[in-house]
């Protein structure tokens, strides 16, 4: 069984630019989440779906984040535009759904840096 | 609120030595989930176990096991006869039904040969 897939691994912008992440599950999860994961903290919940629906963002920057899962399948987190604190690694993970006894599988990550 | 607390930042310990990560969490919910995860140097959050509040039966897997305590609020994790593949970064976390995981801010533990 394939793993959750994430591109780019690696991003370097300068501030002020765009940036966009792409997500690719595990076939046949309806959950998704984006964590963003800073440098010595733990990954922290961006936003989350169920299917192509948002369960969760409250804490997602909806100033210059913005994420999409039109088709319930892959994903896209885009950044507009990025700032040097969003310099971090950006975890998806996907899981069969919401409920909280389903292990939440993760992709190796995208590491951003902004200069 | 959930919080989860992680007080060890780094741990440094030699090949075949026993360690203890702490874990200790906060909730007012009766109905939870605790979790441990793996962090390699790959960057991959690897799933190592799921524990709900009413479970307190400590768990045994292989050289890995868990300690959970309801009394103390704490869910630790030992692994014994420690190898340098175990170096790692280990994150403790904490959900509520159908709600996101909350972390710590993780371990880091290095084993030397």
């Known amino acids: 069984e394939a793993g959750v897939a994430q591109s780019p691994r690696y991003k370097i912008i300068e501030k002020r630019q765009s940036v966009a992440f792409w997500c690719n599950p595990i076939s046949g999860h309806a959950t998704l989440y984006w964590y963003q994961q800073i440098l010595g903290q733990g990954p922290k919940l961006l936003i989350q779906?169920?299917?192509?629906?948002?369960?969760?963002d409250s804490q997602l920057p909806k100033d210059r984040f913005s994420a999409e899962r039109l088709k319930g399948v892959d994903s896209t987190l885009k950044i507009q535009p990025a700032k040097l604190e969003d310099s971090a690694v950006y975890l998806c993970?996907?899981?069969?759904?919401?409920?909280?006894?389903?292990?939440?599988?993760f992709g190796p990550g995208t590491r951003l840096t902004v200069l | 609120a959930q919080k989860v607390t992680q007080a060890q930042t780094e741990i440094s310990v030699v090949e075949k030595e026993d360690v203890t990560l702490d874990c200790v969490y906060e909730t007012r919910d009766t109905t939870y989930y605790l979790f441990w995860y793996k962090q390699p140097p790959s960057g991959e959050l690897v799933f190592l176990i799921r524990?709900?509040?009413?479970?307190?039966q400590n768990e045994i897997s292989g050289r890995y096991s868990w300690n959970f305590q309801k009394s103390t609020s704490s869910f630790n994790f030992t692994i014994t006869a420690s190898q340098v593949v175990d170096s790692a970064v280990y994150f403790c976390?904490?959900?509520?039904?159908?709600?996101?995981?909350?972390f710590g801010t993780g371990t880091r533990l290095q084993v030397f040969p």
């Open positions: 524990r709900n509040s009413f479970d307190e």
């Open positions: 993970a996907s899981s069969l759904d919401t409920s909280a006894t389903n292990e939440q599988f």
């Open positions: 976390a904490l959900t509520r039904r159908s709600d996101k995981l909350i």
């Open positions: 779906f169920q299917n192509n629906g948002v369960v969760d």
